[in-house]
């Protein structure tokens, strides 16, 4: 009889050997900016970015820029390398210019926007950094003018997907918060009595409702030039891939790998941050699965994984008004569940728009928010439903009654889509905590629809 062998300790199967596929994992990356002989299919767009900021190695003001388009096409990418070789040249002509980057996504406030970007310089520029509590934002636009005057001659500051930046506005009558944002770091333009000055970048998914947001002092501030990115078809995003083959060891991406994530990206939102990470999470269950190369099933494999995470990005994204849109349809689906299983009109898993609508209602008067229009409800869950964070599905009532749609979730579960709601909002945390009374609304209103 053979001795059956020990397992390995922890500390041996750590200290093992470990085979990877990737050779500069760093390259497919979603924040590294590459160098532009990565960059594939933006010259235009790079073109125009340069024009703008080459005045500021003239001794002129660059203007204000707005880049326009969907996610993953390259707006930040664009900025942050035009920027950085601006960056680069100013320093060798020995002219002060310091790019930063601050994104609206992550921000909760104008407050604390203004204080990223203060802290970066700070950074940057090795000085003292002075503290985020305890000093009003005004203090801390004055840090900013106060630094870019005394060290630069220019500062370039992308505003990435200002348009998220929005602080605790809950109706359109309120201003928000990036429109103050842009106001006030204007400022050194409108005096014009500073030494250095300040360039705005700003990107966003959605265009209308940043200019739509901004008050009308800021819309006679802000003119920035605007840049549109579009979205990549397949043979776009191959080439992008391709010229990142290096992040990888030779031999460990099988022919057709690249072409086949170019595909499934393509066929979603033309987005090349998916692709990217559709390759890179391709590559990280090889590594997990201790096997040698990238297949096509890894692909399919890293695929659901890399949808829940894009999933979870929009719904992160999308407006205020949305997201208690979608709210409203995932807590039908958690609370309905049992009526929509019993009733013959109804199906399971899918929750019907009217319903969804009510309890929007019904959230909105809670938080004493601004309550919209049921096809606005409708028009919101069909942009939801392009990006696949929903599906919708349109079907007749029966007698002549009219059509409804049903709405479904095709890769986050509604639970995981209330989480990430209500995560960091205290108002809409709040309200779904009543979950008896949202029960009770839901399963009436479900009974009432169906009879
Ligand atoms: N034309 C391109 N060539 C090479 N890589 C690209 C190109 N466009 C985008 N990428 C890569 O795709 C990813 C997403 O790009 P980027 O972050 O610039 O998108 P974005 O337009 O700013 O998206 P969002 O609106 O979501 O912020 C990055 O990793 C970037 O390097
Ligand atoms: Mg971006």
Same mark, same amino acid.
């Given at each position: ?36 002989? *990565? &960059? ?49 040249? +100013? ?51 004055? *840090? &900013? ?50 030494? +250095? ?47 990142? *083959? ?27 941050? /998916? ?96 309550? *919209? ?75 009432? /629809?169906?009879?």
């Amino acid at each position: 009889m053979t001795k059956q062998s020990e397992p390995l300790s922890i500390s041996e199967q750590l200290a093992g050997d470990y085979q990877s596929v990737f050779r500069n994992k760093n390259l497919i990356e979603p924040e590294t900016i590459v160098n532009e002989d *990565r &960059i594939v299919g933006r010259d235009e767009q790079l073109h125009l970015i340069i024009n703008t900021l080459k005045p500021a190695l003239h001794n002129e003001h660059p203007e204000d820029m707005l880049l326009r388009g969907p996610s993953g096409t390259g707006k930040t990418l664009c900025a942050g390398t035009v920027a950085n070789k601006t960056m680069e040249i +100013g320093r060798q002509r020995d002219i002060q210019i310091e790019y930063i980057e601050v994104n609206g996504k992550h921000k909760k406030s104008e407050h604390e926007a203004v204080h990223q970007i203060a802290h970066s310089l700070e950074v940057n520029l090795d000085l003292e950094q002075t503290s985020k509590r305890g000093v009003s934002t005004s203090s801390r636009y004055d *840090r &900013i003018f106060e630094i870019v005057n005394d060290h630069l001659s220019l500062a370039i500051i992308t505003l990435d997907e200002l348009d998220l930046l929005v602080g605790d506005t809950r109706s359109k009558d309120e201003t928000p918060a990036f429109s103050d944002v842009l106001y006030n770091l204007t400022r050194s333009k409108r005096i014009g009595d500073m030494d +250095g000055t300040i360039s705005l970048i700003a990107t966003t998914n959605s265009p209308k409702s940043l200019m739509d947001g901004l008050n009308s002092r800021t819309a006679s501030t802000f003119n920035p030039s605007e840049i549109s990115f579009d979205d990549y078809n397949a043979y776009e995003l191959t080439e992008i891939l391709d010229h990142r *083959r290096d992040a990888f060891r030779d031999g460990t991406l099988e022919e057709g790998v690249i072409e086949l994530v170019a595909a499934v990206s393509a066929q979603g939102e033309g987005d090349a941050r /998916f692709a990217i990470d559709l390759l890179r999470e391709s590559g990280n269950i090889v590594n997990r699965l201790e096997e040698d190369a990238i297949s096509e099933q890894h692909v399919e494999q890293a695929r659901s994984e890399v949808e829940k995470n894009y999933v979870q990005d929009i719904i992160q994204k999308v407006s205020h008004q949305k997201q208690v849109s979608l709210l409203s349809t995932a807590l039908v689906a958690i609370h309905g569940g049992r009526v929509l299983d019993q009733e013959p009109m109804l199906r399971s898993n899918r929750v019907p728009s009217n319903v969804g609508y009510t309890l929007y209602r019904w959230i909105q008067d809670q938080t004493s928010s601004e309550m *919209r229009s049921k096809h606005s409800y409708l028009r919101w869950m069909r942009e939801l439903s392009t990006y696949e964070v929903i599906e919708n599905n349109r079907r007749g009532r029966g007698n002549e009654q009219g059509m409804f749609s049903e709405y479904t979730f095709p890769h986050l579960d509604p639970e995981s889509v209330v989480r990430i709601i209500t995560k960091g909002d205290k108002v809409l945390s709040e309200v779904i905590q009543e979950g008896d009374i949202i029960k009770s609304i839901v399963e009436s209103n479900l009974n009432e /629809f169906a009879s």
